[in-house]
């Protein structure tokens, strides 16, 4: 079993940064990928970024070059965070990290095939106008 446990999060004003923190325990190695998902009203969860066991890294469109993730690992743990800049209102939603046993296809985990995953329990953040 994996446990995600995330902080950060909150109310920010639009242009203003916020960082998510993400920490994942129990049985997990390093060769596990990580990533963010956020889901706005509704039922859809998109991904949003994602980084390998090897540093390699990809985002959606819609955030390429203002998020940037992170990783590290330590003894049973690894750790994401995502830094978010530029925050715009759109950037409004309940923001996940997850956690799949590598290898895998980034683009593929972000956009559908999410079997396996493990899911933090989510996070809001809202950034007004």
């Not at 995600?4 to 242009?15: N, P, R, W, Y």
């Not at 706005?40 to 390998?52: N, Q, T, V």
């Not at 994401?80 to 046993?101: F, G, H």
Request: contains cysteine.
């Amino acid at each position: 079993q994996v446990r995600l446990e995330q902080s950060g999060g909150g109310s920010v004003q639009a242009g203003e940064s916020l960082t998510l923190s993400c920490k994942a325990s129990g049985n997990i190695d390093n060769t596990y990928v990580m990533g963010w998902f956020r889901q706005f009203p509704g039922p859809l969860r998109e991904g949003i970024a994602a980084i390998a066991s090897d540093g390699t890294s990809i985002y959606d469109e819609y955030v390429q070059g203002r998020f940037t993730i992170a990783k590290e690992s330590a003894e049973n743990t690894l750790s994401v965070y995502l830094q978010m800049n530029s925050l715009k209102p759109e950037d409004t939603a309940i923001y996940y990290c997850a956690t799949v046993p590598g290898p895998r296809d980034l683009g593929a985990w972000l956009l559908r095939h999410r079997e396996g995953t493990y899911w933090g329990r989510g996070t809001q953040v809202v950034v007004s106008s």
